[in-house]
């Protein structure tokens, strides 16, 4: 989690599995985002939708996203799937633009508000390698580490 993801420069079958699987992983856990490293692989793609309950499904498969537009700010709390039971407040850009692929290599670019521009910052943060505890105070990350690793012990 903490190594940053490689760009994809190699769009095969492969590449459109990961992008399936990571889809189904996410609506599982169930979560609204879910970006590869998370899942053990080093590529810079993430699943996202961001789309309500009593909505049809918006799936968005982005590679190699890059923001290329941001503005506004808001605070707000957020959570992760890699981080049970952690939230954290974190100011985010609330309209923003990406430029991406679609996993069969087709260029895309993205504009996005709200929630769904959360969520796009929060996955392209776990591709460098960047967690929801980088945004904590180190006492509260202290914290939630070592209830952690008793909890993972006691298993």
Not at 82 to 88: A, D, G, I, N, R
Not at 129 to 150: E, H, I, P, Q, W
Request: charged share 30%; aromatic share 4%; with cysteine.
């Amino acid at each position: 989690m903490r190594k940053s993801a490689k760009k994809v420069s190699v769009f095969d079958d492969e590449l459109q599995k990961l992008a399936s699987d990571m889809a189904e992983t996410m609506y599982a856990a169930p979560g609204v985002g879910l970006a590869a490293n998370q899942v053990g692989v080093l590529k810079q793609i993430i699943t996202i939708d961001a789309s309500r309950k009593d909505e049809p499904k918006n799936l968005l498969a982005l590679v190699n996203p890059e923001l290329v537009w941001s503005e506004g700010a808001e605070e707000m709390e957020e959570g992760c799937l890699s981080l049970p039971e952690f939230k954290q407040n974190v100011e985010r850009a609330t309209a923003i633009k990406v430029r991406a692929q679609d996993p069969k290599g087709a260029e895309i670019e993205v504009s996005a508000e709200g929630i769904l521009a959360r969520v796009i910052q929060h996955e392209m943060d776990h591709l460098q390698g960047k967690l929801l505890t980088d945004y904590a105070n180190l006492v509260r990350r202290d914290l939630y580490m070592r209830k952690r690793r008793k909890l993972l012990k006691g298993r």
